[in-house]
Structures are given as structure tokens and as C-alpha cells.
């Protein structure tokens, strides 16, 4: 019976560790050229796309959907603001709040950007014939997605690659 890469071997360590975090180094580096003309780079990608695709009621809760600082948002939509990506809408709902919409360049400048990340994405696993990413990209979030409660993608990108806490 012949042992293959992906099984236990006697008196060898495992390389998962370092594998998950090379390629987490490596997809955030590459995400971070993608973006770079966005405010923010790729937390302005994050942005972006939680306003698009997260459907979340308020400016409040964007902010904490990323783990981003309250105050921080504000200066933050300020950019993507100035820069015609988003619009702060009232709420019909409670006239207090305000929603953060994409305009149509955002939806424009975040289709751009997603293409980019996936051609990113697509080099990074070059070494892998195409059926062997989509394998890759499906096993991981299999397995991501058993992890535990969290299941909010973009946060849990903010908080892998951004700074260590404390």
C-alpha cells in the first residue's frame, strides 16, 4: 500500500500549518496589489463587497460585520464616498439610521476588483490543474465552514490577515 502525501507518515511532521498560512500570506499579498487603487486597499475590497453582497441595515452593523472601529467607518465611507462608491441613503425604516448603498461605479469598481481577486486567486494556485482548485476552493470552505459559528467571510478575512490583537 503506498503512502500519499496527504496521509500520516511515520516520523514526519505535518506541513498543514504552514501550508494554510503560506497561502493565506500569499492570497493577502496578492489581494492587497489587486486593490491598491481602492481607499484602503483591501480592506476598502472588503468594504466594498460587504456593502454589495452582506445586505446588513446599517452603518453600525457594517462596522461591526468587519470588526472595524465605529469611528473609523465613518472616515472610511467618507472615502468611498468622495470617491462616488457608495452613498449613505436614510433608512425608511428608522430615520435615524443610514444605509450604505453601492452606486452604480461601486458596483462597477467592485465587479473590476473581483475579477482581479480571482485571477489573483487563479495564479496563486497555478500549480493545480483547474479541477484540482475547484476541489481546493470547495474542501476548504467544507472544512471553513465546520470551524464554527462565525461564518461571516469578510470578517473572518479582517481578522486573519489583519494584526494580531493587543
Not at 83 to 89: F, K
Not at 139 to 162: F, S
Request: hydrophobic fraction near 40%; glycine fraction near 8%.
Amino acid at each position: 500500500m503506498s503512502t500519499t502525501p496527504t496521509e500520516a507518515r511515520p516520523g514526519r511532521h505535518s506541513l498543514f500549518g504552514w501550508s494554510l498560512a503560506t497561502l493565506l500570506r500569499e492570497w493577502s499579498a496578492r489581494v492587497d496589489a489587486a486593490a491598491d487603487d481602492l481607499p484602503q486597499g483591501t480592506r476598502g475590497y472588503q468594504l466594498l463587497t460587504a456593502v454589495v453582497h452582506g445586505n446588513l441595515p446599517s452603518q453600525a452593523a457594517l462596522a461591526a460585520t468587519l470588526g472595524i472601529d465605529r469611528t473609523v467607518m465613518t472616515y472610511l465611507l467618507d472615502a468611498f464616498e468622495g470617491c462616488g462608491l457608495v452613498e449613505r441613503q436614510l433608512d425608511p425604516a428608522d430615520r435615524r439610521a443610514r444605509r450604505i448603498v453601492a452606486t452604480d461605479k461601486g458596483l462597477e469598481v467592485l465587479a473590476a476588483m473581483e475579477a482581479r481577486v480571482a485571477a489573483a486567486e487563479d495564479d496563486l494556485l497555478a500549480g493545480l490543474e483547474p479541477a484540482q482548485r475547484t476541489s481546493l476552493r470547495e474542501l476548504l470552505e467544507r472544512a471553513a465552514t465546520g470551524t464554527g459559528p462565525d461564518e461571516d467571510p469578510c470578517r473572518t478575512v479582517v481578522e486573519a490577515t489583519g494584526p494580531p490583537p493587543g
